[in-house]
């Protein structure tokens, strides 16, 4: 099975799960905490490897940079079941609870930029890779700067 079927069948998991589901699976909040923050390490390591490409710090690979960004749309799905009620602590500041529409809001705008970096990757194009990257890392630093801990 190929990374992208991998990718793909893990994301149609994921989004079948249903939120209710999702929340009882963490025994506490820490296991919560410990679920996103790991989701997030992996969408920042893989995140990473596109921009040291964007950078020019690593030559571009039409399918390296691919793979990581259908990686980073997969991923991008996930954290958020991990979010609940109950489930505060982190790095995550209490606003992400205070403020929930707000911060659902800022995560579907990462979903939907990662969702674009990947599209703009899977076509090849660089330019579009360059301007899909950087809108996904505005979108993740506007949910940074208002809901984690510094």
Not at 15 to 21: E, K, N, P, R, V
Not at 31 to 47: D, L, N, P, Q
Request: with cysteine.
């Amino acid at each position: 099975m190929t990374i992208r079927k991998i990718i793909l069948a893990g994301a149609a998991i994921a989004l079948t799960i249903s939120a209710s589901t999702t929340f009882a699976q963490f025994q506490n909040a820490d296991k919560a905490v410990e679920y996103r923050e790991s989701v997030m390490t992996v969408i920042g390591t893989h995140f990473g490897r596109i921009g040291a490409v964007v950078k020019g710090d690593v030559p571009y690979n039409k399918d390296e940079v691919a793979k990581n960004a259908a990686i980073v749309a997969m991923m991008s799905t996930l954290p958020w079941q991990a979010f609940g009620p109950g489930t505060e602590g982190g790095k995550a500041k209490p606003e992400v609870w205070s403020d929930n529409a707000k911060f659902k809001a800022a995560a579907e705008k990462m979903q939907l930029a990662a969702a674009n970096l990947n599209t703009a990757a899977q076509s090849g194009d660089l330019d579009n890779i360059k301007k899909a990257f950087g809108a996904t890392g505005q979108a993740c630093k506007g949910c940074h700067d208002d809901f984690k801990k510094k």
